[in-house]
């Protein structure tokens, strides 16, 4: 007999509840008909005035639509559509995927290794490519709406606002998302597609690889406006130990122009693959060949002895002239033997060009035999006991003269390593101002320097969704190396009428951001620090 303590939505029995959201409740549930674990959404239109009911009822009813469509191992299936019997509620039935959350593992470890951060973003980016072919715009892309399976493999979930590319569906003057990860055109309230989604992308894998958001402050007003209009601190700066060319990734897939982005999926996920297999060789075998071959680098190839054709014939030429007739067998063997040495030295071997200096530097000398070529042979051709005839030998010089020639070549020996630089890593400070000057200018300095000069406008600010018009309210980055500073700011208007100064200390950490506000009373005749 079933139990009277089973809630159900439809024919799904809740089992637990697995989230909550601003749009509803998340519930694992089991479907009894093919007793399959499921995950149904739901979202409350309670106290919702019919006009607003009717426009989240088409939300949701667009979001079954376009979701319904996706059928990729990246990205959460659906799997139904219904109402709740007593209340009215729609829900959804979505694939129960038995992972956590992106966002749940960053707050635990902070960030990712930077190869598990390309892998995940990787594979992100051929599920956002699948979906944008199919017509389907996300537009919600964050941490939380990525799910990491047990295997380790991500899982898109929540098409929440995801809607079919079409003029009729597009619901105007509603920003929808969260501002951190959206794209600058859909915080502006300009069309979005699947470039935005790549630009949210973009600021994930910056926030796995850092431990932080390339785009932060104290309010959404400036974080959209950072968004907007800053270009975030590379994540090579905020740890040194990431590659440059990871930079140039990030850059393009956060550019604050959708042409300038990577302009598909599947062009991201290949930058981020060949990047990869660059950073990671031993963990990336060859795609189109079925084993992994190991190439070795080429200062190993450079300490390979260097035996030049020029030296090899050389050395031919005086063993055979000396040798008697019974030896001649053994310097024909000699020759095919430094043949093939040279031969393989020559595509092998670069470093090959100083032996044949040396060996034509002195032209009528023979080298002795390698140890090498005895044990190639069996023994070595005959080679004269005296010496060879060899150029005059230069005019004596001073013996001061002398010593001080072999001097370079003794240092050329043990060449000094210059200094190593030593890198000071560098903190980001979020400056924001709230005012009320028509027109003013804010210096700051650091320990006595000079570092930013910032004009404050009053009015009306550059216009995004969540702005509002907002006067006297702006947003500036500074970089400080770390450690302990001092900090003056100077507020002076263009007619000399307001002047004012104070000074704040600063301990900062390394990779680290702080948020220092800059108030100015409604009659601009004090200044208040305060590190938030």
């Known amino acids: 007999m079933e139990s009277p303590n089973i809630i159900r939505f439809g024919r799904y029995e809740i089992l637990g509840e697995?989230?909550?959201?601003?749009?509803?409740?998340?519930?694992?549930?089991?479907?009894?008909?093919?007793?399959?674990?499921?995950?149904?959404?739901?979202?409350?239109?309670?106290?919702?005035?019919?006009?607003?009911?009717?426009?989240?009822?088409?939300?949701?009813?667009?979001?079954?639509?376009?979701?319904?469509?996706?059928?990729?191992?990246?990205?959460?299936?659906?799997?139904?559509?219904?109402?709740?019997?007593?209340?009215?509620?729609?829900?959804?039935?979505?694939?129960?995927?038995?992972?956590?959350?992106?966002?749940?593992?960053?707050?635990?470890?902070?960030?990712?290794?930077?190869?598990?951060?390309?892998?995940?973003?990787?594979?992100?980016?051929?599920?956002?490519?699948?979906?944008?072919?199919?017509?389907?715009?996300?537009?919600?892309?964050?941490?939380?709406?990525?799910?990491?399976?047990?295997?380790?493999?991500?899982?898109?979930?929540?098409?929440?606002?995801?809607?079919?590319?079409?003029?009729?569906?597009?619901?105007?003057?509603?920003?929808?998302?969260?501002?951190?990860?959206?794209?600058?055109?859909?915080?502006?309230?300009?069309?979005?597609?699947?470039?935005?989604?790549?630009?949210?992308?973009?600021?994930?894998?910056?926030?796995?690889?850092?431990?932080?958001?390339?785009?932060?402050?104290?309010?959404?007003?400036?974080?959209?406006?950072?968004?907007?209009?800053?270009?975030?601190?590379?994540?090579?700066?905020?740890?040194?130990?990431?590659?440059?060319?990871?930079?140039?990734?990030?850059?393009?897939?956060?550019?604050?122009?959708?042409?300038?982005?990577?302009?598909?999926?599947?062009?991201?996920?290949?930058?981020?693959?060949?990047?990869?297999?660059?950073?990671?060789?031993?963990?990336?075998?060859?795609?189109?060949?079925?084993?992994?071959?190991?190439?070795?680098?080429?200062?190993?190839?450079?300490?390979?002895?260097?035996?030049?054709?020029?030296?090899?014939?050389?050395?031919?030429?005086?063993?055979?002239?000396?040798?008697?007739?019974?030896?001649?067998?053994?310097?024909?063997?000699t020759i095919v033997v430094l043949f093939v040495a040279g031969v393989q030295t020559r595509v092998l071997v670069f470093s090959h060009k100083e032996a044949i200096s040396r060996a034509t530097a002195i032209p009528t000398r023979v080298p002795p035999v390698p140890a090498a070529t005895k044990a190639a042979i069996g023994e070595a051709p005959v080679l004269p006991e005296e010496p060879l005839p060899t150029a005059p030998p230069a005019a004596a010089k001073p013996a001061v003269a002398s010593a001080s020639a072999k001097k370079p070549s003794k240092k050329s020996k043990t060449p000094v390593s210059p200094p190593k630089e030593v890198v000071v890593p560098l903190s980001t400070v979020e400056l924001t101002v709230r005012h009320q000057f028509k027109d003013a200018t804010l210096s700051i300095w650091v320990d006595g320097k000079l570092a930013l000069t910032h004009e404050l406008h009053g009015g009306v600010q550059k216009r995004l969704v969540v702005f509002g018009g907002v006067r006297g309210s702006e947003s500036e980055t500074l970089q400080v190396p770390a450690g302990k500073h001092i900090l003056r700011f100077r507020a002076q208007t263009a007619d000399q009428t307001v002047n004012l100064s104070k000074t704040i200390s600063a301990d900062l950490v390394g990779g680290g951001d702080k948020t220092l506000a800059i108030t100015f009373d409604k009659h601009n005749t004090s200044m208040l620090l305060d590190w938030q």
């Open 18 to 333: 697995l989230g909550r959201g601003a749009m509803g409740v998340v519930y694992k549930a089991r479907d009894p008909q093919i007793n399959r674990v499921v995950a149904l959404k739901t979202i409350a239109l309670r106290g919702q005035d019919p006009e607003a009911e009717q426009e989240f009822r088409m939300r949701f009813l667009n979001e079954a639509q376009a979701a319904g469509r996706l059928h990729h191992p990246g990205i959460v299936a659906v799997f139904d559509l219904g109402e709740d019997g007593e209340t009215g509620d729609p829900y959804i039935v979505l694939e129960y995927v038995d992972g956590e959350a992106l966002n749940r593992i960053l707050a635990r470890e902070r960030k990712l290794s930077l190869e598990r951060a390309l892998q995940l973003t990787e594979e992100i980016a051929a599920a956002l490519d699948y979906a944008h072919e199919q017509g389907v715009t996300h537009r919600d892309i964050k941490p939380g709406n990525i799910l990491i399976r047990q295997d380790g493999h991500p899982k898109i979930a929540d098409f929440g606002i995801a809607k079919l590319n079409l003029a009729h569906l597009t619901i105007p003057g509603r920003l929808m998302g969260t501002p951190a990860y959206m794209a600058p055109e859909q915080l502006s309230g300009s069309a979005a597609d699947g470039r935005s989604d790549l630009f949210s992308l973009g600021v994930i894998l910056y926030a796995m690889v850092t431990g932080h958001s390339p785009f932060q402050g104290d309010s959404a007003t400036t974080v959209c406006f950072k968004v907007a209009n800053r270009e975030p601190l590379p994540a090579s700066a905020l740890d040194l130990k990431l590659p440059h060319e990871l930079d140039a990734v990030i850059t393009r897939a956060m550019a604050k122009d959708p042409k300038r982005r990577y302009q598909r999926g599947s062009d991201f996920a290949e930058a981020v693959a060949e990047l990869h297999a660059r950073l990671v060789p031993q963990s990336n075998p060859t795609r189109t060949g079925t084993r992994t071959e190991t190439v070795a680098p080429p200062r190993a190839l450079s300490r390979r002895p260097a035996v030049g054709l020029t030296y090899a014939m050389k050395l031919v030429r005086s063993a055979i002239l000396k040798a008697p007739v019974r030896d001649l067998v053994l310097g024909v063997a």
